[in-house]
C-alpha cells in the first residue's frame, strides 16, 4: 500500500491498483426484483425544501458505485432512504427486491451494512468490542453472541487486516484506525449490500487509499456489493467503475467514470474548472477553482 | 471469556457475605453464627435454636426486611443509572438525570404537609407521592423534551434540566411552608433505609426486580446505542421505540427504590462505572454486574449507617463513594478507562 502524493495533494494512482474496464451499467435498470438496492422515482421533501426530486436508480448484485456531486445534493438522503431511515414523501426505495417500507429494522440490517460515522464512544471500549456490534443483528435478544457471532468478528477483524489493533482502546486510535475498525464491524455484519457516507473524509493519503482497496477487495473478492458517497472525485474515478453523479436531488449522469466526469459537467455542477489527467487505466482530477459558478 | 462469569459469582459471594453482616450490625448486635442460623431456619433448614427469642424478632421483622430493601434499591438504583448513561450516551448520567428525584421529592413533600395520614397497604402517603411524584416528572420531561428542534438526547437533557428546576422551586416553597415537619422532608432528601418492612420490600421489589430483567432483556439495545442513534439504527435497533421503552422502565425502576429509601446519591453513578472499568462496556455484562455491586455497596453503607447512630445513608455513600471513585478513576486499572 504505497501512495505518492502528486501536484496539489492529488493522489497519483498506484500500480496494479486499476480497476477493471468500466462497464456502463444504470441506464437500462434491472428488474427491481433482482437488484441489490434499487429507487423508484423517489421523492424527499423536508418542510418547504425538497432534497430528492424523483430519483431512480438500479444497484445489481456484485456492483461497486459512488455516488458523487456537490454538497447538498442529495446524496446522504439516499442513503438513508435505502437504509428507511427517512420516508420518501413518494416513490419506494428496495432492498434484496422487497420494499424497504416493509422490512423491519433488523431485516433492514441484515440486508444493509452501514459503516457508521465516526461517532465519540461514551465509554472506553476494545476493537473487538467495536466490530462485535456488527453481530447485533444476528445475535439472539436474550442469549446473546454465539461461537458463530464471535468467529464472525475474527474473521472481519483479520480480513480488514487490523489484528494488530485487538486490544486496543478504540477511542486512542488515529481517524485512520478507527475507520477500518468501522469497515470492520460493517464487515462483521456479513450483510450482502455495505454503504458508506464519505469513508474517506479527515483521513490521510495513505488511509484514503487503504480505505478504497479494501473496498474494492472486498467488491471483487467476497461479492460484496458496495455503495459509497464520495467527496473525492480522483478516488471515485479510480476505485469505482460506476459513478452516479447527483445535483440538487436528481441524477444527472450514471456510467462510467470517463462518462461521468466530463470537463464540462463537472463544471457546471461544481462550478470548478479541472483538468482530466490520464485515461481510464490513470486518472486524476486537478481542479482550478474558475470563481462563482 | 468466563471473566465476567466468575466475577458475577465472586460478586454474589460478597453480596451474601455482607447480608449476613448486615442483618447482624446495630445497636444490638446478634452473632454472626446465630444470624446466620436464624436465617437458616427462616428458610425451613432443621437448625437447633441457639439464641434468644429477641434477636429472632429483631432479625426477622427490623433487620432483613431492612437489608433486602437496601439489595433492591441498591441494584435498582445500580441497573437504572447503567440505563441511563447508555441511553443518553452520557457518563454523567445518573438514575436521577431527568427528573425523577426533583419529582419524587416534591411528592413525598407535599404529602408530608397533608395532615391526613392514610397508610396503603402499609405503605405511608409519602412513598405513595414520592413514586408518582417520580414517574410523572420523567413522563412530563419525555413528552416536552421530544419533537423540538433540538437533537433528541439533548432536548430530552435540557428539558429534564429545565423541569428539574422548576419542580426544585417547588420543592424549596413547600419546605419553606412546612414548619414543623422539615425535618421529615430532610430525611427523604437524604436517603435512608430505616422506614423499611416487609410490606414495603414486597411492593418495590417486585418492580425493581421486574424492570432491571426487563431492562437486561434489553441489552442489545443498549450495546446499539454505543456508536451513536443513528449506528444503533443501521445495526437493528428501532432506536425511538427502545429509547422509549428503557427510559420508562429505567424510571420506573429508579421511582420504585426512591419510594421506600428517599434519594439515595452516588450509588447509580458509580457502580456502573466501576463495573465497566473492569468488564468493559458491553451492556450485557455490566448490567448484572452492577446490579449485585449496587446492591452490595448499598448494604455496606446501610449498616454503616447504622452502627454511626442512624445517620442519613446517602451521606455514608457519599462519603465513602466518592474518595474510592477518585482512586479508580486516578490509576484506572483493568485497561478500560472512563
Redesign the interface.
Known amino acids: 500500500m504505497t501512495a505518492t502524493a502528486g501536484v496539489a495533494g492529488v493522489a497519483q494512482p498506484v500500480p496494479g491498483t486499476a480497476p477493471a474496464a468500466p462497464t456502463v451499467l444504470g441506464t437500462a435498470p434491472a428488474a427491481l426484483g433482482t437488484a441489490q438496492a434499487a429507487f423508484e422515482d423517489v421523492v424527499v421533501a423536508y418542510r418547504e425544501r425538497t432534497v430528492l426530486r424523483g430519483v431512480s436508480l438500479t444497484i445489481a448484485p456484485g456492483e461497486r458505485v459512488a455516488l458523487v456531486g456537490p454538497n447538498g445534493a442529495g446524496k446522504s438522503t439516499l442513503l438513508r432512504v435505502l437504509?428507511g431511515?427517512v420516508v420518501p414523501r413518494s416513490g419506494r426505495a428496495f432492498l434484496g427486491g422487497d420494499p424497504v417500507a416493509t422490512l423491519?429494522?433488523?431485516?433492514?440490517?441484515?440486508r444493509?451494512?452501514?459503516v457508521?460515522?465516526q461517532?465519540a464512544?461514551?465509554?472506553?471500549?476494545?476493537v473487538e468490542?467495536?466490530v462485535a456490534?456488527?453481530r447485533?443483528?444476528h445475535?439472539d435478544?436474550?442469549r446473546?453472541p454465539r461461537a458463530a457471532d464471535r468467529a464472525a468478528v475474527d474473521a472481519a477483524i483479520t480480513r480488514v487486516g487490523i489484528d494488530r489493533l485487538r486490544?486496543r482502546?478504540a477511542?486512542e486510535l488515529s481517524l485512520g484506525e478507527r475507520q477500518l475498525v468501522l469497515v470492520a464491524?460493517a464487515v462483521a455484519?456479513a450483510a450482502p449490500l455495505l454503504v458508506l457516507d464519505e469513508p474517506t473524509a479527515h483521513l490521510d493519503l495513505r488511509h484514503q487509499v487503504a480505505v478504497m482497496e479494501l473496498l474494492a477487495d472486498l467488491n471483487a473478492r467476497d461479492g460484496t456489493t458496495i455503495l459509497a458517497v464520495l467527496h473525492d472525485l480522483t478516488l471515485a474515478r479510480h476505485f469505482f467503475p460506476r459513478l452516479v453523479l447527483l445535483d440538487g436531488g436528481q441524477i444527472v449522469a450514471d456510467g462510467s467514470p470517463a462518462a461521468v466526469l466530463t470537463r464540462e459537467r463537472v463544471r457546471s455542477v461544481f462550478g470548478v474548472d479541472v483538468a482530466l489527467t490520464g485515461g481510464a487505466a490513470a486518472a486524476a482530477v486537478a481542479a482550478t477553482p474558475t470563481g462563482a459558478a | 471469556m468466563p471473566r465476567p462469569a466468575a466475577l458475577a459469582l465472586l460478586g454474589l459471594a460478597a453480596l451474601a457475605a455482607v447480608v449476613v453482616f448486615g442483618v447482624a450490625a446495630g445497636s444490638v448486635a446478634v452473632a454472626p453464627g446465630d444470624t446466620i442460623g436464624i436465617l437458616l431456619r427462616a428458610l425451613g433448614f432443621p437448625v437447633e435454636r441457639t439464641w434468644a427469642a429477641t434477636a429472632e424478632t429483631i432479625v426477622m421483622e427490623l433487620r432483613l426486611p431492612r437489608v433486602l430493601t437496601a439489595v433492591v434499591v441498591g441494584a435498582g438504583l445500580a441497573v437504572a443509572g447503567a440505563t441511563f448513561?447508555?441511553l443518553l450516551?452520557?457518563?454523567l448520567a445518573d438514575p436521577y438525570v431527568l427528573g425523577t428525584a426533583s419529582g419524587a421529592a416534591l411528592g413525598a413533600a407535599i404529602a408530608v404537609l397533608i395532615p391526613v395520614r392514610i397508610a396503603l397497604l402499609g405503605l405511608g402517603l409519602l412513598n405513595v407521592f414520592a413514586f408518582a411524584g417520580g414517574l410523572a416528572a420523567v413522563a412530563v420531561v419525555y413528552r416536552l423534551g421530544r419533537g423540538g428542534p433540538l437533537a433528541p438526547l439533548t432536548g430530552l437533557l435540557l428539558t429534564g434540566y429545565a423541569v428539574g428546576s422548576l419542580l426544585a422551586a417547588g420543592l424549596a416553597m413547600t419546605m419553606y411552608l412546612s414548619g414543623a415537619n422539615l425535618r421529615q422532608i430532610f430525611s427523604f432528601l437524604l436517603g435512608g433505609l430505616e422506614g423499611s418492612s416487609w410490606m414495603s420490600l414486597a411492593i418495590a421489589a417486585p418492580l425493581a426486580i421486574g424492570g432491571s430483567v426487563a431492562i437486561l432483556?434489553?441489552?442489545?439495545a443498549l450495546?446499539?446505542l454505543?456508536?451513536?442513534e443513528?449506528?444503533a439504527?443501521?445495526?437493528?435497533?428501532?432506536v425511538r421505540r427502545e429509547r422509549g421503552i428503557l427510559l420508562g422502565l429505567a424510571t420506573l425502576v429508579t421511582a420504585a427504590a426512591v419510594a421506600v429509601s428517599g434519594l439515595i446519591g452516588f450509588i447509580g453513578l458509580v457502580a456502573p462505572h466501576l463495573v465497566?472499568l473492569v468488564v468493559?462496556?458491553?451492556a450485557?455484562h455490566v448490567l448484572p454486574l452492577a446490579a449485585i455491586l449496587g446492591a452490595v455497596l448499598l448494604v455496606v453503607a446501610d449498616m454503616v449507617a447504622r452502627l454511626l447512630g442512624e445517620i442519613p445513608v446517602g451521606v455514608v455513600t457519599a462519603v465513602i463513594g466518592a474518595p474510592f471513585f477518585l482512586a479508580l478513576l486516578r490509576s484506572a486499572r483493568g485497561?478500560?478507562?472512563?
Open positions: 437504509a431511515l423491519d429494522r433488523p431485516a433492514i440490517a441484515r444493509l451494512a452501514a457508521p460515522g461517532a464512544l461514551p465509554f472506553s471500549a476494545r468490542e467495536v456490534l456488527g447485533l443483528p445475535e435478544p436474550f446473546g486490544g482502546d477511542r464491524l455484519q | 448513561q447508555g450516551r452520557n457518563p432483556a434489553r441489552a442489545r450495546n446499539g454505543l456508536l451513536g443513528e449506528a439504527a443501521h445495526l437493528g435497533v428501532d465497566r468493559g462496556p458491553n450485557r485497561g478500560y478507562e472512563l
